[in-house]
Structure formats: structure tokens, C-alpha cells
């Protein structure tokens, strides 16, 4: 059997990088940027109303156009208020509850906490850009998925049959 050489180790963390050379790499790092629709969504927050209303579907830009109602403008603010106590901070928004599953994401929602009433209690709902657009219940399942397994009590007397050889 050949000798092994007691030379050159491999590192764990990978080849060396000089400081200098790590902080360029860094700079040069692109996040990826969300569009909705086509339009960036830092830009979206600055949109006018009509503008923003351009770009949702029908069903949304029939809804914003006959006003919002007292409870999903009380919602907004109570929103407003969470993401303002945390600006500037890396935490995040406290968990914002509420039973308005019909309300529609816009795009000044985006990185809040929504805790969406399901029937029973609340799902958790983080907005991310991908979601402006849609209704917050459709991020909150009301039922629970089946699981298909073995007949249990009160099944039919064929489907419990089980031979025994």
C-alpha cells in the first residue's frame, strides 16, 4: 500500500478569502427583486390609488372602488401601527388577529404578521410580495385535509372485515 502524504491538509471551511476581497463579494450580492405585474413593489407603495388599481384584477378594482368599510380601514391602521414599531429594527411586526378573511392584500401589507381567523382559531399568515393580490383566506385553510387510513368504529361491517389467513 502507498504511503499517504503529510503535507498540504484540506480546511473544512473552503479556501481562504483575504478580508478585503470577502467585503467586494458582499457588496456585489443582489437580493431578488419582487414585481407585481411588472412593477417593482417598493415602487407599488408610492403608486397612486388609481394607478394601483390599473394593475389588480377586476374582482379587486370593483371592491376598492366602492370603499372600504370601517373594519378593514381599522384593520390597515392597527397594521400601520405594528410595522411603525418596529421600523428601523430587525424584529418583527407583532401578530396583527383578525377575522377579515375577504380582505384583499395590498401592497402596504407586505412583511406584516396577520393572525387569519380559520373558524376555530388563528393561522399565522406572514404577507410576502408573492400574495398582493389575493384574499388573506386563502392563506388560511378552514379544514382539516383527510387523511385516508384503516376503517375505524362505526364503519360498515364489509369495509371492517379483515380475513384471518
Known amino acids: 500500500m502507498p504511503k499517504k502524504k503529510k503535507g498540504a491538509k484540506k480546511s473544512k471551511r473552503g479556501p481562504r478569502i483575504d478580508p478585503a476581497r470577502m467585503a467586494e463579494l458582499k457588496k456585489k450580492r443582489k437580493f431578488r427583486k419582487y414585481y407585481y405585474r411588472g412593477v417593482e413593489v417598493e415602487k407599488l407603495l408610492d403608486l397612486p390609488h388609481g394607478e394601483l388599481l390599473k394593475l389588480v384584477s377586476s ?4 371592491r376598492f372602488k366602492r370603499g372600504l368599510k370601517e373594519k378593514p380601514k381599522g ?5 400601520r401601527k405594528a410595522k411603525k414599531a418596529v421600523a428601523g429594527t430587525i424584529k418583527k411586526p ?6 377579515l378573511r ?26 410576502k410580495p408573492d400574495m398582493i393580490g389575493h384574499y388573506l383566506a386563502e392563506y388560511a385553510i ?4 383527510v387523511g385516508h387510513g384503516r376503517p375505524g368504529v362505526g364503519s360498515t361491517g364489509s369495509s371492517r372485515f379483515i380475513p384471518l389467513k
Open 94 to 99: 407583532k401578530i396583527i388577529k383578525t377575522h
Open 102 to 127: 375577504n380582505m384583499i392584500i395590498v401592497p402596504e401589507m407586505v412583511a406584516s404578521q396577520i393572525g387569519v381567523y380559520n373558524g376555530k382559531g388563528y393561522i399565522l399568515v406572514e404577507v
Open 75 to 79: 384593520f390597515i391602521q392597527r397594521l
Open 142 to 145: 378552514t379544514y382539516k385535509p
Open 59 to 62: 374582482r379587486a378594482r370593483r
